[in-house]
């Protein structure tokens, strides 16, 4: 039996504890709440990001399709470091809370796309039936 479904089950689960974490995160950031400084909420995006990343190099290996081979993956990758960079920006570099606010609503939206990409397997993702 192939370890490829819990493998793909973990992904998908992280990456679904990710965006509801980031989304918490984003609205405690917009309420000035001071549970953003919890240790835990400071460690555990970090532990979850760190599976879904772990399980994502798997699942890759499994299937043998790979970033810069495979333009899907190619693209998933790429907007995966812009939805980092934004989520940097909502969370603790933004200098306005208008600033983090966009960069947060724009996060999320790039995450959407990533996981457009991933269930097509189509670079343009959900972009794919409008060109």
């Not at 810069?68 to 909502?90: E, R």
């Amino acid at each position: 039996m192939t370890a490829f479904p819990l493998i793909l089950a973990i992904h998908v689960l992280s990456a679904l504890v990710s965006i509801c974490f980031f989304i918490l995160r984003g609205i405690w950031m917009m309420m000035e709440s001071r549970l953003l400084q919890k240790k835990f909420v400071r460690i555990a995006p970090h532990v979850i990001d760190t599976l879904l990343l772990a399980s994502a190099i798997v699942l890759t290996i499994l299937i043998g399709q790979y970033p810069f081979v495979n333009g899907w993956l190619t693209v998933k990758l790429i907007a995966l470091i812009v939805y980092i960079g934004l989520g940097v920006v909502a969370l603790r570099a933004g200098k306005t809370k208008g600033v983090r606010i966009v960069a947060f609503v724009a996060a999320i939206l790039v995450f959407g796309f990533i996981v457009s990409v991933a269930l097509t397997h189509n670079p343009l993702g959900v972009f794919a039936g409008v060109a």
